[in-house]
């Protein structure tokens, strides 16, 4: 009876979530469109990934910026590498290859691509890179960061909200992406706070 009635919870709240995605990648328009592309399109990142690299390495110096880079590329592969992992283990169908999705109406702005989903890697890397970079940066104590802490998790929400409107991801893949990126972020950001303590910024 607990196994059915578990069961149960899975496929209501399976239910909610297509209901929930579809609702928010209904609320599409012309303009919005192009919008969702562009965050959703990673290529599109690639210079701010570059600036951030380059504001670490202005702001920490070039020792702690070697130690913020090589952590900002280990929490991106962790939190790729998982995803693909847990995709390959879970096989959750995207929403653009489920037929019921498709009969509801689901707009697609992409192509399908893989056909597994669960959970979302561009959700993971976004908040993972946000949280990583975030703590490396805060290890330069020379002035407050309140701007890159507030606008790099808006565009990592950006990042992962874009997969629901473009029709590749339910909300919940989006939703643990998020979760799985600050778990990584806050882990690898940490260790290299804790790596770059006793190295000294260069006068």
Known sequence: MDGVAEMTLFQ?????????????????????DGIWQFFSYKNSWYILYLAVVVILFVRLGWKKGIVALLACILCLTCCDQFANIVKDWVQRL?????????????????????KYGFFSAHAANAMGFAACSILCLSMDASRSHKFY?????????????SRVFVGKHFLGDVMVGWIVGIFFGLLIGSLAQRIARPMSRPS
Do not use: F, Y
Request: net charge negative.
């Open 94 to 114: 995207r929403p653009c290859w489920d037929s019921e999705m498709l009969n509801r109406g689901l707009h697609m702005l992409e192509n399908k691509g893989g």
């Open 149 to 161: 802490n507030i606008a790099m998790p808006i565009w990592a929400l950006l990042v992962g909200i």
């Open 12 to 32: 209501q709240v399976h239910h909610l979530d297509k209901d929930v995605t579809l609702a928010i990648n209904s609320l599409n328009s012309t303009i919005s």
